[in-house]
């Protein structure tokens, strides 16, 4: 077992803008002697760090990844050289993240952790439809989930909640309708699509649940920008508001 | 219709702490002319608006709260004398808030509103436990929710994810934990409470949804702190760690 007295800081870059990240996060890019960071965080969240040594790691929409037990093993090596260690993860680092892979191999080291929270993109995305995910009378629960498919390719079973909102869902746009109309949620259920949230290309979509079953969204994804599907009556009132649900709109 | 300049920015204070706010929602308060927040917002963030007029509002666990009606009058009147107006709510505004309402009278009057995510309790606490919420092989989904009794005391159905965080569930825990294992989940389903996450009242408790239900919560929660219940299989590595499924344990 190694020991050092370097701490490895795991933290949330929020969903993208780089002022969405904690005033602690923040702090602690201005301190880092290192930042391994995911490949898609915004170039200027960087700036807040640029005295630190700088390594791109992590996933990029599923291309160019860097193996799991290869950024494990840098984190362990950098934490005998330096005191600050950062290891940058977009979102938050607690949801849909393979942060317990990465506590199991430093705690394992003998090195010491501690994890700083990140807005996930469920929380800005509800922010930037000024909707919020739980409503009284409508939504008393909201539930994140991914992967219908799991490794195995067995089919996965969909949470039951109010609001549901789908992390990395684009390629299963049509599976995961059906799968939600067979579980008896109604056809003109509204659905959001947010691609690019709070960066510069963020886009949206709203659509019904049958059309997102009929396929409607497949075209109009674009494959650079993580897209996440939110689901619930309660995007119903701000459909209502605009129009949407009677003319399918896309705004950007 | 009253018509002005002022913007009112619906900003997410996050779990407690003042530095786990965004940078972008200290960079508001820094420039707000008027600050509306909840009572429990720890003073030390307010010193980022030292220069605002700061007006305490909303929920203190319960008591001494400000009706809405009242909130909402006081920030569309806000919006008449001042150009930016914050509305400072702890944890994230569209997670069991109610800024639905405040957005809707604030648009209705036609007031621009922006919302600003901050850190959803659950989140603060997944990093305070160093265990993610979703986890490869063991949780898929995770869901929150609040209030098993509605307000016309029909008992609600729990969603179904992998894993469960219960908001304000403090005064239930006991039929939490009946209505889980109703469902069907194992009496050995570990479950973590926390309360006061990321202030310096935060306090840890670990047990089983079975010792939950037979009331071993009930003498140790604390009236004047927030609690949040944590439910799930993803939290027996941790516990097995250190040793606390055979020796329950208080640690905070």
Redesign the interface.
Known sequence: MNHSNGKVFLV?A??G????????G??LLQQADIVFHDALIDPQMLEFCIQAILIPVGKRCGRHSTAQAFINKRLIDASQKHQIIVRLKGG?????????EE?SALESAGID?E??????AA??A???L???????GVS????????VK??NQES?V?????TLVIYMGRSESEMIAKKLLDQGKPEDTPVQIIEGISTKHERKLSLTLKEMHEGAALTWFNQDSPALLLVGAVFR?RLQDTGILTNRRLYG
């Open positions: 949330g929020g969903p803008a780089a002022d969405l990240i904690t005033v602690r923040m702090k938050d680092p607690m949801i849909f993240g393979r942060a317990d506590i952790v994890v700083v929270p990140g807005i996930t929380l800005a509800s922010a930037s000024k909707q919020s995910l739980t409503l009284r008393r629960s909201v539930a994140f989930f991914t992967h799991a490794e996965a969909l949470p039951e909640a109010d009132n």
